[in-house]
């Protein structure tokens, strides 16, 4: 295992977002997978407190046109951290704080996925909220902050 994940690391790719002095290295996939992710974690908690009943007067509806975006800063994400995983695998891929967030990931997308059908698809005429909405909205919320966290640990731990 230990020299498959120092193969990935030795990578060209590898190399280059680790060793380059280039700002268009490191740091910017850093601060690309930054930004990515405050626009899932952000979009996301701004649905999530809608649903838990923060600013009522807004409708609900509308909010389903943040969808495209949340996807859009997904896929960055998605990508920008392969980048910084294929960079360090040797410590990301052997560290269980790594598999915590990607838990938290996988659960926050299929939660993000699942207000989607089961609340949007599922409001009243009058904009009534579904039964589930906030249960879900909780879980949405529980589901970032715990990826955020996580990912943030994989830094110091």
């Known amino acids: 295992m230990t020299a498959f994940l120092d193969t990935i690391e030795n990578l060209g790719l590898s190399t280059w977002v680790r ?6 290295a490191y740091p910017t ?14 979009i996301s908690a701004m ?3 809608r649903l838990l009943g923060v600013s009522p007067k ?3 509806q509308p909010l389903e046109r943040l969808y495209p975006l ?5 896929g960055v994400n998605a990508v920008t951290g392969t980048a910084l995983l294929l960079a360090s695998a040797s410590k990301r891929l052997v ?3 790594f598999y915590v967030k990607m838990i938290f990931i996988f659960a926050g997308v299929a939660v993000l996925q699942l207000t989607r059908n089961k609340v949007f698809r ?9 039964d589930r909405a906030r249960t ?14 996580a990912g943030r640990l994989l830094a110091y731990i």
């Open 47 to 49: 649905i999530s407190l």
């Open 95 to 97: 560290d269980p704080t």
């Open 19 to 24: 060793e380059s002095p280039s700002k268009l």
């Open 58 to 60: 807004t409708p609900v």
């Open 29 to 42: 996939i850093l601060w690309l997978h930054v930004m990515g992710m405050g626009v899932v974690a952000g």
């Open 122 to 130: 599922s409001l009243g005429p009058d904009g009534a909220l579904p």
């Open 70 to 74: 949340i996807w859009w800063g997904f």
């Open 136 to 149: 879900l909205a909780w879980a949405g919320l529980i589901c970032w902050l715990g990826a955020v966290t």
